[in-house]
């Protein structure tokens, strides 16, 4: 084989690996334009490797990859923006192929806003091990190997990882029917724009929590705590009014759909995704709802919704 068919073989092996790098990098970054430079980042790696020595390809692109992700994390660019309290994970629209792997439950939460968001408690290492154990089925083995660490180290680093994730989502585990978490929204929607708070309050968990980026205007993130706190900010947030009609150049039309494999509602203007909130329901009422409408954060998902088309307002 010559020089130049080697080259499109070895760059045609890369490719078969992308999907997959990319999924495992956004996980790791909760950036889909931080995932993407990265996966770029491996393919130079892999241009400049000596390939015929790589006895396994899949391996050392996992290797590479989450690693050049490790380093963007303990960046001081990326702990900046990361603890001003302004940041959350990009949202992705369903089909995405930065979603995948979704064959287990692990997968798909693994790859939800809410665990996304919680990953930020996580040190770097800890992130990278829960991952690659819980999404990509890695053994210990193969994960020490992949971050230059011991398999006590790896097992370790798990262990933390899974107490803090189960002290955060204490009694939020499982599934929930798509109709039924649909007939949850569609209830929520029709309370708050109705005004009754009462209504509202009931849908909602006794710990149900909200976040917003406050459309990235404001610097840092909006935080409710309490049922009544999370009913009157989503009242406030989903009420019409002639300044954010003005804000907004128009009134948006109110979609559902799903986001990083949860309930969404998406606020479209045109062709334009100008916000979006995910729901986390458990046992048939709210938890928690991230608002996302900084419009750096959804110009992919705007890009997804493009392609799919506008689907079928409520």
């Given at each position: 084989m010559d020089s130049t068919a080697t080259d499109r073989f070895d760059a045609g092996r890369f490719e078969a690996s992308r999907s997959r790098l990319g999924s495992l990098a956004y996980r790791l970054l909760g950036s889909a334009t931080d995932a993407e430079d990265a996966v770029q980042d491996a393919f130079l790696h892999w241009q400049a490797a000596d390939r015929q020595r790589i006895r396994v390809p899949e391996a050392w692109l996992t290797k590479v990859v989450t690693n050049l992700c490790l380093d963007r994390l303990r960046s001081a660019q990326a702990r900046r923006e990361r603890s001003v309290g302004a940041w959350l994970p990009e949202p992705l629209l369903e089909g995405d192929p930065m979603l995948g792997p979704a064959d287990t439950f692990e997968q798909r939460e693994s790859v939800s806003l809410a665990v996304l968001t919680l990953m930020e408690r996580l040190s770097p290492l800890e992130r990278a091990v829960y991952l690659l154990r819980e999404a990509f089925t890695y053994s210990?083995?193969?994960?020490?190997?992949?971050?230059?660490?011991?398999?006590?180290?790896?097992?370790?680093?798990?262990?933390?990882?899974?107490?803090?994730?189960?002290?955060?989502?204490?009694?939020?585990?499982?599934?929930?029917?798509?109709?039924?978490?649909?007939?949850?929204?569609?209830?929520?929607?029709?309370?708050?724009?109705?005004?009754?708070?009462?209504?509202?309050?009931?849908?909602?968990?006794?710990?149900?929590?909200?976040?917003?980026?406050?459309?990235?205007?404001?610097?840092?993130?909006?935080?409710?705590?309490?049922?009544?706190?999370?009913?009157?900010?989503?009242?406030?947030?989903?009420?019409?009014?002639?300044?954010?009609?003005?804000?907004?150049?128009?009134?948006?039309?109110?979609?559902?759909?799903?986001?990083?494999?949860?309930?969404?509602?998406?606020?479209?203007?045109?062709?334009?995704?100008?916000?979006?909130?995910?729901?986390?329901?458990?046992?048939?009422?709210?938890?928690?709802?991230?608002?996302?409408?900084?419009?750096?954060?959804?110009?992919?998902?705007?890009?997804?919704?493009?392609?799919?088309?506008?689907?079928?307002?409520p």
């Open positions: 210990h083995a193969e994960i020490a190997e992949i971050l230059d660490i011991t398999e006590s180290a790896s097992q370790q680093h798990l262990h933390r990882a899974r107490r803090r994730f189960a002290a955060a989502r204490r009694g939020r585990d499982g599934e929930v029917d798509p109709a039924s978490a649909r007939r949850i929204v569609e209830e929520f929607l029709a309370a708050a724009s109705s005004g009754r708070t009462e209504r509202l309050v009931a849908l909602l968990t006794d710990d149900a929590t909200a976040i917003s980026d406050g459309g990235g205007l404001i610097g840092k993130l909006l935080r409710y705590d309490t049922p009544r706190r999370v009913a009157a900010a989503a009242r406030a947030g989903l009420r019409p009014t002639p300044a954010k009609r003005r804000l907004a150049g128009g009134t948006p039309v109110i979609h559902h759909s799903l986001v990083n494999g949860a309930p969404a509602i998406l606020f479209v203007l045109g062709e334009q995704v100008v916000g979006t909130v995910a729901f986390d329901i458990t046992d048939g009422k709210i938890a928690a709802m991230c608002g996302i409408a900084a419009p750096d954060r959804l110009a992919r998902l705007t890009e997804a919704w493009r392609q799919h088309g506008p689907g079928t307002p």
